[in-house]
């Protein structure tokens, strides 16, 4: 007993030093509230003569009702993590877009689908490619990520674990648009008409000029942890279990707190061969260049250099938006740090 006072103070001194620990490490993990996101819906040739003033007013309806759903999970303190899933299922589940209920047709007449998300905290990732029957690819890549011990897994194999863990799965009827389909038949009539002018079967020829359309999401929480995602039905009349970007961490899809989140589309071989997003984020780490100068380098001078095109939206630890595409247009939309919402289309 006659020890308790001076128990009773280590043990007060220890508290104070222990909640001065605690409010450190806060501090650490928790720079700031900004919050902000960014999603996209494609990037390609989306021109305005080309587009009714219904099927805008329609892109711009959903594209307004993803973004705003991921803002107000991070508004009310939710992750990033959930913000990019929420986001990017609104845009699965829409017609318009090429991912989960959008998704283009193979050559062979099928829906194959691929999916990745990655979180910036842990750099933990999930990835998913090459399903027929998941209705929306993103919980799946979340799942991997999550209850899995592997970052990807691929088209039988990924439905089974998706059966395991209770992650909706449809008829690959569901997938069927008549937009879609006949996309199909004028992209095989293309090809028909140019294979006949070719000397030889050129892929680069066979995949020209088709519209790109994946769907993608970028998030930074209030915490300070950056994620993103991305999720596709690939490219129309794609061949022999072609997989693209989209589900390639580094690619398609990178997310570090250090540096940047990353979600690409656009022709997906290009993608691949140059890392886009994981070039994104290097630039910054070892080159020490803004998001903005990083984003400007990977998609106006490396991937068209290549012969590839497409873009890219990405959020920088400060909350700095970019949406970088070299293409004709990008839907695309965004909050920013200060709750300023844009939604766009065109150049
Ligand atoms: N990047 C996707 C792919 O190559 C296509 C797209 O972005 O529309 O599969």
Known sequence: MKNFPLFTIVVAILCTSCDKKEKATEIATTPSEKFCIVIHGGAGTILKENMSDSLEAEYNRVLDLAVSKGYEILKNGGTSLDAVTQAIMILEDSPLFNAGKGAVFTNEGKNELDASIMDGKSKAAGSVASVTRVKNPITLARAIMEVSEHV?????????????????????????????????????????????????INYDLLIKNQKFGTVGCVALDKKGNIAAGTSTGGMTNKRYGRVGDAPIIGAGTYADNATCGVSATGWGEFFIRNVVAYDIAAQMQYKKVTLGEAAKETIQKKVPEMGGDGGIIAIDKEGNIVMEFNTAGMYRAAIDINGKKIIEIYK
Do not use: C
Request: no cysteine.
């Open 152 to 200: 990807m897994m691929v088209g039988l194999g990924a439905e089974k674990f998706a059966e395991q863990n209770g992650i909706e799965l449809v008829d690959p009827s569901y997938f069927f648009t008549e937009k879609r389909w006949e996309g199909l038949q004028k992209a095989k009539e293309r090809e028909k008409i140019e294979l006949d002018h070719a000397a030889a």
